[in-house]
């Protein structure tokens, strides 16, 4: 299993990391999980306990080897969104509501247009933000500092 990159990436993605999926091609066909990571890269997705192949490793220093099972990656196209009302796969759409908020609706021939509620679990960041300043941050003092008058000129540069 090698990386390799897509040929065409999708640009603008409707699937979401934690997003319940059906499996619509594949060994795993319609059966249904949580998208578990998106590989943007590779126009692919794991969907969590789906895919499974088997992966040889290698005893080493600090971990036993053996044969573990692994998810592998699904293409994009062979997954669809599920709808929460019927519980079928279906497409996403986009529109706004009356308030001006941008929704996801479930679209399509077997869907109940039922809006699909974005996953909480993105609300939640993989990468903590740093709680304390690196050295290379700017001090807050200098970042108020007050560098240019609009009514005197002061701060212009001369052209």
Not at 85 to 95: A, E, F, L, N, Q
Not at 108 to 136: D, Q
Request: charged share 30%; proline share 7%.
């Amino acid at each position: 299993m090698g990386w390799k990159a897509a040929e065409k990436l999708i640009r603008h993605w409707k699937i979401l990391r934690g997003d319940n999926v059906m499996i619509i091609r594949g060994k795993d066909k319609g059966e249904s999980g949580l998208i578990k990571r998106v590989i943007r890269s590779q126009n692919r997705v794991i969907v969590e306990g789906k895919n499974l192949v088997k992966k040889h490793i290698k005893q080493g220093e600090g971990h036993t080897g053996g044969i573990f099972s692994i998810e592998a990656p699904l293409h994009v196209s062979n997954v669809q969104v599920v709808d929460p009302v019927t519980g079928k796969p279906c497409k996403i759409g986009y529109k706004y509501l009356e308030d001006g908020t941008k929704v996801r609706f479930a679209r399509g021939m077997n869907a109940s247009g039922a809006v699909i509620p974005r996953p909480e679990i993105l609300k939640e960041r993989r990468k903590p933000r740093p709680t304390s300043p690196s050295p290379k941050d700017t001090p807050i003092e200098l970042v108020l500092e007050k560098t240019y008058d609009e009514k005197s000129g002061i701060g212009m540069p001369d052209l």
